[in-house]
């Protein structure tokens, strides 16, 4: 038996939920946790919609600012300020830490003392957790890359407005040489 096209079983376009508008033509989020450059956790803000549906909203960082949300997070606002004041805290705290350590990297140089390489963020992070302290190398802000020996100050961006500078010292790597075997 052959179907014809009014007996075939028409598929309907899946719709979804239809996010907020805001006044600017964006989608008005309300945000769970802060986000860099963009505000503060509880705060409500208007965004593209390629950003809300790819990053905010599967990343758990926003939510669809109804009124319902609006109220729970300001019944809930003196604990997240809280929340926010001890991480705030535990970062400062950090970034003073940070402050008071001097940092070595040995790497190969010329007599001149300039570099075969270079040492970028990546190398002062992996120095970093030798003494047992955690960055990203986005964390990390050089102006470019240390090409020469030498006393460095690098500043460090710990997140929400706290930054603060480490000493880099790049030595030449010492290679001790062994005395040649004696034949006998």
Avoid: F
């Avoid at 909203?57 to 003196?78: C, F, I, N, S």
């Avoid at 006393?151 to 040649?180: A, F, N, Q, R």
């Amino acid at each position: 038996m052959v179907k014809t096209t009014s007996q075939k079983k028409r598929r309907m376009p899946r719709r979804t939920k239809r996010l907020p508008k805001g006044p600017n033509g964006g989608i008005e989020l309300l945000l769970i946790q802060t986000v860099e450059h963009l505000g503060k956790q509880g705060d409500v803000v208007e965004v593209r919609p390629g950003y809300a549906n790819n990053y905010l909203l599967p990343q758990g960082l926003a939510a669809v600012a109804t009124e319902h949300h609006r109220r729970m997070v300001d019944k809930h606002r003196a604990g997240l300020e809280k929340i926010e004041k001890a991480r705030l805290a535990g970062l400062q705290a950090q970034a003073d830490d940070l402050a008071k350590k001097s940092l070595t990297i040995e790497a190969n140089a010329n007599d001149e003392g300039h570099l075969y390489g270079s040492v970028g963020p990546v190398e002062i992070v992996n120095a970093l957790k030798t003494q047992d302290v955690s960055l990203n190398p986005d964390q990390v802000q050089l102006e470019g890359p240390l090409k020469e020996l030498g006393l460095y100050t690098v500043k460090v961006h710990m997140g929400h407005d706290i930054s603060t500078e480490l000493k880099v010292w790049v030595v030449p790597s010492v290679t001790i040489d062994e005395p040649p075997e004696e034949k006998t």
